[in-house]
């Protein structure tokens, strides 16, 4: 079974612009989280996913967004980045519909902005 | 408050035992975690503990949870090189959501 896959690997931005990243879940998977890893605040949940539907959201601002289709996979979206915007982006999916148990994540996307 | 506490640190020698200990401060915890992150990877699950038991083994990793004291450790026996990385505890507080707040990160520095 193939893991949890994150598109691109790595990625780099000029401040102002945007980004889309995107995770494709472990096959089944219905649950997707989104964190974002720095060396200064370390692993910070953004958001998660069940069903197509924001199930829970961090403390990020609004320039921070995310959404789930139906096939599970996710994407999530920057606008107007900023330099510390710039992260390992994770994204982890789950296959227990009530939360809590088995997570696992992808590779991350490295994001840098410039 | 949400804060999961690690130590930043630990070197052991190989072949001997490793124990990292992380505390926690909501007694409503769910779920906890062993995260393990080698450099330019994502995180790899090691082994999570319900919050109504106080041990679990798996093979060379055994957890242990004093949930009077809120503490968590990861005993590693026989630690080898390839062990070296940086370790997380993470807790799952809320039902019916896959939220997880992460400890700071304790990195393992194994020699020979």
């Known amino acids: 079974k193939a893991g949890v896959t994150q598109t691109p690997r790595y990625l780099i931005k000029t401040r102002g612009q945007q980004v889309t990243l995107s995770c494709s879940p472990i096959?089944?998977?219905?649950?997707v989280s989104w964190y974002q890893q720095t060396p200064g605040q370390g692993l910070q949940f953004l958001f998660e996913?069940?069903?197509?539907?924001?199930?829970n959201k961090g403390n990020f601002p609004g320039r921070f967004s995310g959404r789930q289709f139906s096939n599970s996979r996710s994407e999530m979206n920057v606008s107007t980045l900023e330099l510390g915007d710039s992260a390992l982006y994770l994204c982890?999916?789950?296959?227990?519909?009530?939360?809590?148990?088995?997570?696992?994540f992808g590779p991350g996307t490295r994001l840098t902005v410039t | 408050g949400e804060d999961v506490e690690q130590s930043l640190f630990l070197s052991v020698r190989e072949g001997d035992s490793s124990v990292i200990n992380c505390t926690y401060t909501?007694?409503?915890?769910?779920?906890l975690y062993w995260y393990k992150q080698e450099p330019g990877a994502g995180l790899q699950l090691l082994t999570y503990?319900?919050?109504?038991?106080d041990m679990k083994q798996d093979q060379r990793l055994t957890v242990l949870l004093n949930k009077k004291d809120k503490h968590l450790s990861l005993r590693i026996a026989d630690t080898q090189t390839g062990d070296s990385a940086i370790y997380f505890c993470?807790?799952?507080?809320?039902?019916?959501?896959?939220?997880?707040?992460f400890g700071t990160g304790t990195r393992l520095q194994v020699f020979p």
């Open positions: 982890a999916s789950s296959s227990v519909d009530r939360g809590g148990n088995e997570q696992y």
């Open positions: 096959s089944g998977h219905r649950s």
């Open positions: 996913y069940f069903s197509e539907t924001q199930r």
């Open positions: 909501d007694s409503s915890s769910t779920y």
């Open positions: 503990i319900f919050s109504n038991m």
């Open positions: 993470a807790e799952s507080k809320i039902p019916n959501t896959d939220k997880l707040i």
